[in-house]
């Protein structure tokens, strides 16, 4: 139902996750763009090679962070990645971590939360003060409510009661239809989440030996 979208916990869980992306966002875009950026300038003196390595296992790591964060708040079920659970040292474990698809999707994801970060904080402060405007009936003769009468153009001053209800009526109706923008948004991030987080399995590709061995058995 189109209303019950503000009693429904997902619609909650949704917004805690876009405003949570707004800072890690942030935080993933600059040690991202900071330790790939030191690593390759680096590169060529040898200590940029383990520094490109920490980024990536970094990565990695906030990539399962990320993971399980959508998983609890946008009711996804992603599995965890055992790509890198590789046995035989360290370099094993550097190869994998390089050479995985899994890594490169997760730096990517890191990447993309910062506009997605932008966007969801945007959202949701929006649609919290249209739902902010449901008072104006009660506050609409105040000096300090930020009627229509505030804007530069002036074209409607909201100075009484039915003109108050009104803005009340549209603030709902507006509100609600961002809180389910909201939940799209949220519901959309969340397959891609699962795309870009999960992990890469490689079918078995099926070899004509066993089946010759069998033709052969059975003859």
Same mark, same amino acid.
């Given at each position: 139902?189109?209303?019950?979208?503000?009693?429904?916990?997902?619609?909650?869980?949704?917004?805690?996750?876009?405003?949570?992306? &707004?800072?890690?966002?942030?935080?993933?875009?600059?040690?991202?763009?900071? !330790?790939?950026?030191?690593?390759?300038?680096?590169?060529?003196?040898?200590? $940029?090679?383990?520094?490109?390595?920490?980024?990536?296992?970094?990565?990695?790591?906030?990539?399962? +962070? @990320?993971?399980?964060?959508?998983?609890?708040?946008?009711?996804?079920?992603?599995?965890?990645?055992?790509?890198?659970?590789?046995?035989?040292?360290?370099?094993?474990?550097?190869?994998?971590?390089?050479?995985?698809?899994?890594?490169?999707?997760?730096?990517?994801?890191? +990447?993309? @939360?910062?506009?997605? $970060?932008?966007? $969801?904080?945007?959202?949701?402060?929006?649609?919290?003060?249209?739902?902010?405007?449901?008072?104006?009936?009660?506050?609409?003769?105040?000096?300090?409510?930020?009627?229509?009468?505030?804007?530069?153009?002036?074209?409607?001053?909201?100075?009484?009661?039915?003109?108050?209800?009104?803005?009340?009526?549209?603030?709902?109706?507006?509100?609600?239809?961002?809180?389910?923008?909201?939940? !799209?948004?949220?519901?959309?991030?969340?397959? &891609?989440?699962?795309?870009?987080?999960?992990?890469?399995?490689?079918?078995?590709?099926?070899? @004509?030996?066993?089946?010759?061995?069998?033709?052969?058995?059975?003859?």
């Amino acid at each position: 139902m189109f209303f019950d979208v503000i009693v429904n916990p997902k619609t909650w869980r949704s917004v805690g996750y876009l405003l949570l992306a &707004f800072p890690l966002g942030i935080f993933y875009f600059v040690f991202l763009v900071t !330790g790939l950026s030191l690593g390759f300038g680096l590169f060529i003196t040898l200590l $940029g090679i383990p520094i490109l390595v920490g980024v990536l296992a970094a990565a990695y790591g906030m990539g399962e +962070f @990320e993971r399980t964060t959508t998983n609890l708040l946008l009711d996804q079920d992603t599995p965890p990645s055992h790509r890198l659970a590789v046995s035989g040292g360290l370099w094993p474990k550097v190869k994998a971590l390089v050479g995985s698809s899994e890594t490169w999707k997760r730096v990517i994801y890191l +990447f993309v @939360e910062f506009p997605l $970060g932008i966007i $969801g904080f945007t959202l949701v402060t929006t649609t919290a003060a249209v739902l902010a405007f449901i008072a104006t009936p009660f506050f609409y003769a105040q000096s300090w409510w930020p009627t229509i009468a505030d804007w530069p153009s002036s074209f409607w001053v909201v100075d009484t009661l039915w003109e108050a209800v009104i803005v009340a009526v549209a603030a709902v109706l507006v509100g609600f239809v961002l809180l389910h923008v909201i939940n !799209g948004v949220a519901r959309v991030w969340g397959e &891609f989440a699962k795309a870009m987080l999960g992990p890469t399995y490689r079918p078995a590709v099926p070899t @004509e030996e066993p089946a010759r061995q069998m033709h052969e058995t059975h003859q």
